[in-house]
């Protein structure tokens, strides 16, 4: 098995590090040439473990016929190519700090150089994610976002940037205190007591059957839906891909399985999971001289940006907007799906070929084959209906607004449309999040506290998403969802040909929108149908810790497992240590318990299952508490929400209500505008409530959608008076330009569409003589020139096409879901089976000659030998002429007599006919 191979290798090299700082002290070894020649083996030693794993993984995954629901987690939270990169090259920055004894909490101060830390990050590949990202500074700074999110803060341009690390409130509770999760040993003790295994901590305390949950009776289901989609806006940690989990119920990093209590059925004694990917270590610099170890510790990556900015709808990286974009559009739409349509109305494209099909497929489909998802800017879109629907309102919403504004501005380019689109559409992200969501879930009291009124945009603020915010605090929706998704008709009531789903039955099934009803239905359901109330007895239903991601295919995940293995894989602290940062008391005993959970038959599950109240999940004992006053959370989660949400909000300088951002008219128009009009302009419901998340009843509570506040664009006209000096240029090839003032100048900024780069000036300026500049041209972008940054892994060759590149295999190797990685096919190569039909073609050649020869030898022979037999006498046939009949072969006598003289002499000779 790859994996064990991997693990050897791995405890080979550390097992090596661990002598090695005892020798170079013991011998007085210099640290020169040796050194940096025992570094490099180690390091390359590290790289191909950890390549030659990530390649098998490959190949399994190859070979596997059907996917698994834990391939369908994975693969819709497969990393996109940046992310995979920065994963792989902190993987072997971490076996190679484990390698080079550079793990401990006491280390000689002779090898902890500023050359070796460089050394490190520059073989593991992490070096180029360390550095700053270069901003740009144009007159664009402060108009629109980078894709990525960097530059957002002059002063640190990657707080907030996608591919960087989740911020840590507390240092990590990792079991060696590098990067082991908890729970990893079975014998180390918390307090006493060893972690509870999380699926009996699911058993005993969190799962109900779907019948046992209780309705919300205030707020709609489109609450818990925007929750999720918001959450899906502002952090995604991929899993490793140095590994496949899916055969190994032992703990073999990065697998970290989910062990199954001994009294199940026969059959698997674990559930698969791959921990988060690794960030690179950003610490690793500011360790020199003190504590390598906690500095450089595991951090886990946040694949998107941490901003409310609609990266649901964008993407967070070039290549996801490079598939998101319609760059042939002059209004600078987005793409839409080109074979489906929603009455008339967009759907979301497809995701390309070259990415993995992990959908359910259309009804009728036969075999295991699967389809495509939907691709937007998160890659969970099809996830469950309500978030595929809130994804395809908002790519309406896009393309509605682009129409608009082009019309309305007819001289602006097709990227100043998209951008200007996409700033309103994140703008309106921002204000349904914080004005009408997070209110509801902290409650009034506690989102005074924490999060309070705005009063600007604070530089010495980092808005990058907390670990324990991401994976733990903000899962607490997991416990709002409803088992059941509702489709709606028209009067919203259940639609006769649209029963209710239940969710195990609507997992990655984009069929389920297309072909049934569309967007509006659910839309409708969601309106109209209460959330589930999150209880202390009734945390989780069976839909998500039984039958989460089931697809007619063999085995299934548990939602509430999978949250407490995270928390442990991310290291977070227990319980405590987070009420304790919170300014909350610590609670100890079973009655400090009790005065935080009412249910006491829940506290005395917890103690014997946990023995120590320290020892607690933070996600379970955040969920746990009762609800504050008007809140959807109790005390530690309200704290740990509002804070995160106040950092998101003052450290983001470019916030809706920032001043430059936009224009005071603007901000009032934005003000007026609601998620209940998004959907009366975006869908085909003509009536709906005023507050979209407050739990109604049709027709009362309901209003049309007339009386609902929309936008008016009039306040983005902009007058753009073009004269002769200072004309707009035209198209431009591969490229785009965007308008904007600089120092009370018209200036125009030049950019090139993904795979182009820029020759010529960036900016251009008018001035009394004209432009200051030409205007500058795209050239392709050859990726696969440079040696040292070739994107396709060794196995593949590059070539480079035209915006873009491609990796290519030679036969029978093929690509694999990467896009970059050759992987085997296990079928011949197509050359060898030319050369098995020509071989076997020449046999059969040549065993047709000799047995043609041998027939012809056999029947002359016994014709050679034949006695001659007077009048009628009969001649027995001979075995060669048999030979021949049998053959098929028709052979004629080659004796020198006619027929006319055989007759006259009497004789007879045996011929094959």
């Known amino acids: 098995m790859r994996t064990g191979a991997f693990v050897a290798v791995t405890l080979l090299v550390v097992c090596t590090g661990v002598l090695l700082p005892f020798v170079l002290r013991g011998k007085g070894l210099l640290w020169g040439d040796t050194r940096d020649s025992q570094v490099r083996s180690m390091l390359e030693a590290a790289v191909r473990s950890v390549d030659e794993a990530i390649y098998a993984s490959l190949q399994r995954n190859l070979r596997k016929r059907d996917v698994t629901s834990s391939q369908l987690l994975a693969f819709s939270k497969f990393p996109e190519p940046s992310s995979r990169a920065i994963s792989r090259a902190a993987e072997i920055t971490e076996a190679s700090m484990q390698a080079l004894g550079l793990t401990g909490q006491q280390l000689p101060l ?88 999380v699926r009996e901590v699911t058993k005993q305390i969190i799962r109900v059957p779907n019948e046992v949950v209780t309705e919300d009776d205030q707020y709609s289901d489109l609450l818990t839906a925007w929750g999720q989609y918001i959450d899906h806006d502002i952090a995604l940690t991929p899993q490793s891909t140095s590994a496949s ?32 990917a690794a960030a690179c270590g950003l610490g690793l610099r500011d360790a020199f001289p003190g504590n390598l170890s906690a500095a450089a510790a595991r951090q886990q990556v946040n694949a998107l940006t941490s901003f409310l900015d609609a990266s649901t709808v964008y993407g967070s990286s070039p290549a996801a907007e490079r598939d998101l974009r319609d760059w042939a559009d002059a209004a600078g739409r987005l793409r839409v799906n080109a074979r489906h349509h929603d009455d008339g109305r967009a759907l979301l494209p ?37 978030l595929a629907a809130l994804h395809t309102l908002w790519l309406r919403e896009h393309n509605r607004l682009a129409a608009k504004l082009k019309a309305l501005n007819p001289h602006w380019s097709a990227d100043t449309v998209y951008q200007e689109a996409r700033k309103v559409v994140g703008a309106l992200h921002q204000i349904i999040t914080l004005r009408d969501y997070v209110p509801r879930i902290l409650g009034p009291n506690a989102f005074r506290q924490y999060v309070g009124p705005y009063e600007g945009y604070n530089p010495t603020v980092n808005p990058t998403v907390s670990n324990v915010f991401s994976t733990a605090a903000f899962r607490f929706g997991h416990a709002t969802i409803h088992p059941l998704a509702r489709r709606l008709d028209a009067t919203f009531k259940d639609h006769p040909d649209l029963p209710p789903l239940l969710l195990g039955d609507a997992f990655f099934n984009p069929w389920r929108l297309i072909q049934e009803g569309g967007v509006d239905p659910i839309l409708r359901g969601l309106l109209a149908t209460p959330a589930k109330l999150q209880v202390s007895e009734q945390l989780m239903h069976e839909e998500l810790t039984e039958r989460l991601f089931v697809l007619s295919t063999p085995g299934s995940l548990d939602l509430a497992s999978l949250n407490l293995q995270r928390g442990r894989d991310h290291g977070l602290p227990g319980y405590n240590a987070w009420r304790v940062l919170c300014n909350l008391p610590r609670l100890r005993t079973p009655a400090e318990l009790r005065g935080a959970v009412a249910n006491s038959s829940i506290v005395d599950r917890l103690l014997a299952l946990y023995g120590h109240a320290d020892n607690i999940d933070v996600w379970l004992g955040g969920l746990m508490e009762d609800l504050l006053p008007g809140a959807r959370t109790g005390p530690l989660f309200a704290c740990i929400i509002g804070r995160q949400m106040k950092a998101l909000r003052d450290g983001d300088r470019l916030w809706w209500e920032n001043g430059p951002v936009f224009t005071k008219a603007q901000q009032q128009e934005l003000a007026k505008h609601s998620l209940a009009r998004v959907i009366c302009d975006n869908s085909g419901l003509t009536h709906v409530p ?5 739990a109604v009843q049709f027709p009362q509570d309901f209003v049309s959608c007339e009386h609902v506040p929309s936008l008016d664009l009039e306040a983005w006209r902009e007058t753009f008076l073009q004269d002769d000096r200072c004309s707009l240029p035209g198209r431009v090839e591969n490229g785009d330009f965007v308008h904007c003032e600089d120092s009370g100048q018209r200036v125009l900024v030049y950019s090139c569409h993904h795979g182009y780069e820029l020759h010529g000036q960036e900016q251009v300026t008018c001035t009394p003589e004209g432009w200051d500049a030409q205007p500058p041209i795209c050239k392709d972008v050859d990726e696969c ?49 030319v050369s098995l039909t020509l071989g076997a073609l020449l046999v059969g050649v040549l065993a047709g000659i000799t047995w043609t020869v041998i027939c012809r030898w056999t029947c002359s022979a016994a014709a050679s030998t034949l006695p001659v ?13 048999r030979m ?25 000779i045996p011929l094959c006919l």
């Open 785 to 833: 020139a440079d040696p040292a940054r070739v994107p396709c892994h060794p196995s593949a060759r590059c070539r480079n096409t035209k915006g873009g590149f491609q990796c290519l295999c030679s036969d029978p190797y093929v690509l694999a879901e990467d896009a970059r990685t050759c992987v085997d096919s296990g079928r011949l190569p197509r050359a060898s089976w």
């Open 690 to 694: 005023r507050d979209a998340f407050q």
């Open 869 to 881: 037999t007077e009048g009628d006498g009969k001649i027995p046939a001979q075995p060669g002429c």
């Open 350 to 386: 497809f995701t390309p070929p070259r990415a993995p099909a992990a959908c359910a497929p259309a009804p009728g489909t036969p075999g295991p084959t699967r389809s495509p998802c939907f691709l937007a800017g998160d890659g969970r879109a099809s996830e469950v209906p309500a």
């Open 884 to 908: 021949c009949e049998e053959a098929g072969t028709s052979m004629h006598s080659t004796a020198a007599l006619d027929l006319e003289q055989e007759a006259a002499y009497g004789s007879q």
């Open 245 to 276: 989990c899916q055969q190994t119920c032992e703990n073999q990093n990065p697998c970290f399985p989910i062990q199954l209590p001994a009294d199940v059925p026969p059959g698997p004694r674990c559930l698969p999971f791959s921990r988060s």
């Open 110 to 197: 002779d090898i902890l150089s500023e050359d070796l830390l460089n050394m490190i990050a520059n073989l593991s590949g992490c070096l180029p994610y360390m550095l700053p990202p270069k901003c740009p500074n144009t007159c664009l700074a402060n108009k629109y976002r980078l894709i990525t999110g960097a530059c957002n803060n002059r002063d640190h341009p990657t707080w907030g940037a996608s591919n960087s690390a989740l911020a840590r409130w507390l240092p990590p509770a990792y079991e060696d205190g590098f990067s082991q999760p908890r729970g990893w040993n079975p014998d180390f003790l918390y307090h006493g007591f060893p972690l509870p295994p």
